[in-house]
């Protein structure tokens, strides 16, 4: 076991201070997306709808409503978005309720 | 493939339609017969058995044997009507779990009457998929092939809820006490009707949930199932794109490898050498996130190409490092004696059972057999690129350990020897009314994919057979070799096969 002494000396401590600050490698990992809603259509918003695999989007008349909880970081509807679903940076979203998981943009770019 | 001039009628030669693969159109007498001669006079491997609606009260029956030394496929193809099949498994072991999951898929059985297991779907679980045996009265009757327990073992169940994180698997033990008699598993729970649920979507959806199917081989599975696209449609991806992949490939192989390592440490209880791995770990996956944008290398392919090419910086600058340190850290595992006494003569696979059983990946190669895909049936860039097969004789735990670490740093050099030549890029491929036979060497071994277009270029029929569906079933002969309970977690972190991989 002196290896594995000497090896755990060596290596020293690799625990990082998350939460208490957000490690750096982080930056680049798929997160939920972010809307522009002045670029949301109507004919976009639906087309997004059909895009996600994971139910995550839906349409109600002129919002579209976005879970957080099904969404997958997948991408697609940043792929499919031309420009109005950018990639978001925050993936830290527990919540204390589920309800607080699921967001409205407003459709604001017309039909 | 020639036959005697009075079978000629009974068998169909069709044009090799794809590089690598041999398709013969046979009637069920020849089937049988072909069988026979593949399996027990040509020492040809089977790698698959699968069935599709051939029409009212039919289906057509494909066995795919690999000719590993010929460096080809051949895929027999028989029409079966009515509920009763030729008896395949009787010539070839290796075909057993899929006549079963044939039978409850289409409700066809071996004529031979033999007990069917039910592999698919759990009993009384009503799910119906759209398969043609689920809901008929030919529906397995049994759960598993019926044993006797007699004198003083018993069977107790484990699972299918096990510690945190586990996939759900029940394990069957038969045990006296201590030593283990005999197990069998049962992976249904996570069944998710994959196959079936991706018929009518189009290849790019397809592929995103075979990606996903099981997630740890997404690289593996995608990279079959791109080829099988990509060989319907008669093209092949641009030469930057294959690199890309490649490299993606044993990105994937690389960190599977360290977690099977990570977890064979748990389970010998050796905290501070899994804790060592489970750093390089990390470090490996954060590197697949830096290089190709996903820990997991989720996103990476796409129908005849890539998309997005690996960032050459990222690796070369830390790709060495982490594969240094973990080879460190085996190191010192390999020389404590405590870890390394749980390893020796533990979980022993006899050295036929690769061949009897089909068997495939590192499982198999700890067993002396030397089989890859990557050499064995090349595709781009491996016909240039040709792997160095690691190999060990022993069939423990210990051998798949040692095949995994020298897969690990041939991996390495593989991906140095092509990083500059790797790029984004695809050729578009559109087929529609075709076939397609895809496979890829996954971490776990060959992985294999079928598919059937429609006249739309839509999923028609998709045969998933990822490399845990092959090495499930010798789980059972390696827990059974003089091992005890406490055994199992090491036997099989160090099969590292996944539920999903099997219950898809």
């Given at each position: 076991?002196?290896?594995?002494f ?9 625990t ?6 957000l490690?750096?490698?982080t930056?680049?990992l ?22 996600c695999p ?7 008349g ?7 909880g099904a969404?997958?970081?997948c ?6 978005g ?5 990639p ?5 979203l527990a919540s204390p ?8 943009v ?6 | 493939?020639?036959?005697?001039a009075?079978?000629l009628?009974?068998t169909?030669?069709?044009?090799e ?15 049988t ?29 494909r066995?795919v ?25 009787q ?9 079963c999951e044939?039978?409850e ?11 069917m297991?039910?592999?698919l779907?759990?009993p ?19 759960a ?12 107790f ?5 096990r ?9 069957g ?27 009518g ?7 995103f949930?075979?990606?996903?199917a099981?997630?740890?081989n ?26 890309a ?5 044993e ?7 360290t ?20 750093i ?21 392919l796409?129908?005849?190409?890539v ?14 490092r982490?594969c ?19 390893l ?13 059983l089909g ?11 030397e ?19 690691a ?23 593989l ?11 695809a ?7 075709a076939?397609?036979l ?16 429609d ?9 998933l ?6 090495n499930?079933?010798?789980?059972d002969?390696a827990?059974r070799?003089?091992?005890v ?5 090491i ?10 991989g099997?219950?898809?």
């Amino acid at each position: 076991m002196t290896l594995w002494f000497l090896r755990g000396l060596r290596t020293g401590i690799v625990t990082t201070r998350y939460p208490a600050e957000l490690d750096a490698w982080t930056e680049t990992l798929p997160a939920p997306p972010r809307f522009r809603p002045e670029l949301l259509t109507e004919q976009l918003a639906d087309g997004l709808v059909d895009v996600c695999p994971f139910g995550a989007l839906a349409r109600e008349g002129d919002e579209l409503v976005v879970d957080l909880g099904a969404c997958t970081s997948c991408g697609l509807c940043v792929e499919h978005g031309a420009g109005a679903v950018v990639p978001g940076t925050v993936f830290e979203l527990a919540s204390p309720r589920r309800e607080l998981l699921v967001k409205r943009v407003p459709i604001r770019g017309g039909p | 493939m020639t036959e005697p001039a009075s079978d000629l009628t009974a068998t169909t030669v069709l044009p090799e339609t794809q590089p690598g693969v041999g398709i013969a159109r046979v009637d069920t007498t020849s089937l049988t017969r072909m069988t026979h001669e593949l399996s027990s006079e040509q020492g040809a491997r089977l790698a698959d058995l699968f069935a599709t609606e051939a029409g009212d009260d039919a289906a057509t029956f494909r066995v795919v044997y690999a000719l590993d030394r010929e460096q080809r496929y051949v895929v027999l193809e028989s029409v079966v009507s009515g509920q009763r099949s030729p008896a395949l498994s009787q010539l070839d072991p290796a075909a057993f779990v899929e006549e079963c999951e044939i039978y409850e898929q289409f409700g066809i059985r071996p004529a031979d009457g033999r007990s069917m297991n039910r592999v698919l779907t759990a009993p009384g679980t009503n799910r119906r998929l759209g398969w043609r045996g689920q809901g008929r009265d030919g529906r397995p009757d049994r759960a598993h092939a019926p044993h006797l327990v007699e004198g003083e073992a018993i069977e107790f169940p484990f699972g299918p809820v096990r510690a945190v994180g586990w996939e759900s698997l029940y394990t069957g033990l038969v045990t006296t006490g201590e030593e283990v008699l005999d197990l069998y598993l049962f992976y249904w729970h996570k069944h998710r009707g994959i196959e079936r649920r991706l018929v009518g979507r189009t290849p790019e959806r397809a592929l995103f949930f075979v990606e996903r199917a099981d997630g740890l081989n997404a690289i593996g599975n995608g990279l079959a199932f791109c080829h099988a696209l990509e060989a319907a449609a008669g093209s092949d991806p641009p030469a930057p794109a294959a690199h890309a992949r490649s490299i993606a490939l044993e990105l994937e192989r690389i960190y599977n490898h360290t977690a099977a390592i990570a977890a064979v440490c748990q389970a010998t209880g050796l905290s501070v050498g899994q804790a060592g791995v489970e750093i390089v770990l990390e470090d490996l996956l954060r590197l697949n996130a830096a290089a190709f944008g996903h820990r997991y290398l989720f996103g990476v392919l796409a129908p005849g190409g890539v998309r997005r090419a690996p960032d050459r910086d990222a690796i070369r600058g830390r790709l060495e490092r982490h594969c240094d340190e973990l080879q460190r850290v085996a190191h010192a595992l390999l020389h404590t004696n405590s870890h390394v006494d749980r390893l020796e003569a533990t979980g022993v696979l006899e050295l036929d059972v690769p061949r009897r059983l089909g068997l495939v990946g590192p499982i198999a190669r700890a067993c002396g057999a030397e089989l890859d895909s990557r050499r064995d049936h090349p595709f781009a860039p491996y016909d240039q690129l040709v792997p160095a097969v690691a190999a060990a004789q022993q069939g423990d735990v210990l051998s798949r350990m040692q095949v995994m670490l020298a897969e690990v740093a041939e991996s390495e050099r593989l991906i140095f020897e092509q990083l500059d030549e790797s790029g984004v890029a695809a050729t578009p491929v559109t087929p529609r009314s075709a076939e397609g036979l895809g496979w890829a060497e996954s971490p776990r071994g060959e992985s294999l994919i079928w598919l059937a277009l429609d006249d739309d270029g839509d999923i028609a029929r998709l045969r998933l057979r990822p490399a845990s569906v092959r090495n499930w079933r010798a789980f059972d002969d390696a827990a059974r070799s003089q091992n005890v309970f406490t055994d199992i977690p090491i036997i099989e972190a160090s099969f590292w096969l996944t539920v999903a991989g099997g219950a898809r």
